[in-house]
Nanobody, 130 residues
Framework: VQLQASGGGLAQSGGSLRLSCLGLGFSLNDYRIGWFRQAPGKEREGVSCTSSSAVSPYYADSVKGRFSISRDSAKNTVSLQMDNLKPEDTAVYYC????????????????????????WGQGTLVTVSS
């Protein structure tokens, strides 16, 4: 099981980037996916998470209305569309996966930034200039 995060880069304030999390050797459809980020000198924080189609995705307050998470089953990816980027969005972004059976929909929805994940991607750097 391996996750590959990509799509990071340099963007100007107000710009957009689209991150992708690719599952290598397994289907992401069997997993709940979270996106996290870690800025220099700061602790890792949750950004967004997606579960089954029956459950609405969850967003941190700091990105709500600007970021959107989505699945593409055909490409076996989970993407994070980031619009109206701000300098404070600068961080290394990681995707993480946990098997559906490990948590119920309700528990995961309430705790997706706190639960244990089975696998983590290597991270992709996002830099937003002012």
């Amino acid at each position: 099981v391996q996750l590959q995060a990509s799509g990071g880069g340099l963007a100007q304030s107000g710009g957009s980037l689209r991150l992708s999390c690719l599952g290598l050797g397994f289907s992401l459809n069997d997993y709940r996916i979270g996106w996290f980020r870690q800025a220099p000198g700061k602790e890792r924080e949750g950004v967004s998470c997606t579960s089954s189609s029956a459950v609405s995705p969850y967003y941190a307050d700091s990105v709500k209305g600007r970021f959107s998470i989505s699945r593409d089953s055909a490409k076996n990816t989970v993407s994070l569309q980031m619009d109206n980027l701000k300098p404070e969005d600068t961080a290394v972004y990681y995707c993480a996966a946990v098997r559906f059976r490990r948590y119920s929909d309700s528990y995961y929805s309430r705790n997706c930034f706190k639960v244990g994940y089975d696998d983590w991607g290597q991270g992709t750097l996002v830099t937003v200039s002012s």
